[in-house]
């Protein structure tokens, strides 16, 4: 079960109507027992379709088996490159704004512990995308230079999308992290074309 329905279930729980209380009254406040809800997760209305409206339709029937499998398989691959270009990048910007990427800053950035860092590093190495120096940092190769600079610019583009569609440049940035690596180049080069026929 998701969290805003746990949420809204312990709510539900918690819950008493007046009606039922009939002439018992409470001496002092009342606390709900209800889990904090976080702060990031909002309640989204979605505007109301109109009568007489297409509604969205499920499709009548599956893709073909291998179409569907395709996809899935594209998802997959991209779940486990995304890992490797938030590392590239991350350590790209690093070394242009400090002058060396160090797995502790590394960590503090990422929000991760060091042995993940170090584990994620040697995972870079093995892919001829990083290289470290013992008490130095760890440091882009040619190939991790180019893949930090295909990343850039890919979460450069989805974020100028979003900001032309109205979502606040913190949403945004936000939101591109997660969907950048996930967008194909087909779809990076519709973008371009819609924000460049914008200008």
């Not at 039922?20 to 027992?33: E, H, K, M, N």
Request: some cysteine; overall charge positive.
């Amino acid at each position: 079960m998701s969290w805003p329905l746990k949420w809204r279930a312990w709510r539900g729980i918690n819950r008493v109507s007046t009606e039922s209380l009939g002439a018992v009254r409470c001496a002092g406040p009342v606390r709900s027992l209800a889990p904090a809800r976080p702060p990031e997760i909002a309640e989204v209305s979605l505007p109301a379709v109109a009568v007489g409206q297409r509604r969205a339709r499920l499709p009548a029937e599956l893709p073909e088996e291998p179409t569907q499998a395709r996809r899935f398989s594209k998802a997959r691959s991209a779940q486990s490159s995304a890992l490797l270009e938030d590392y590239a990048e991350l350590i790209a910007d690093l070394l242009a704004s400090v002058g060396e990427a160090r797995p502790v800053e590394i960590a503090r950035r990422l929000g991760v512990s060091h042995a993940t860092v170090a584990k994620s590093v040697a995972r870079l190495k093995r892919e001829g995308l990083v290289t470290a120096r013992p008490y130095r940092g760890v440091f882009l190769t040619e190939a991790g230079r180019a893949l930090a600079e295909r990343v850039r610019a890919r979460h450069r583009l989805v974020v100028d999308l979003l900001v032309a569609l109205g979502v606040p440049l913190e949403a945004a940035e936000a939101d591109a992290e997660g969907i950048e690596h996930h967008v194909s180049d087909v779809t990076l080069k519709s973008f371009a074309r819609f924000l460049h026929a914008r200008t």
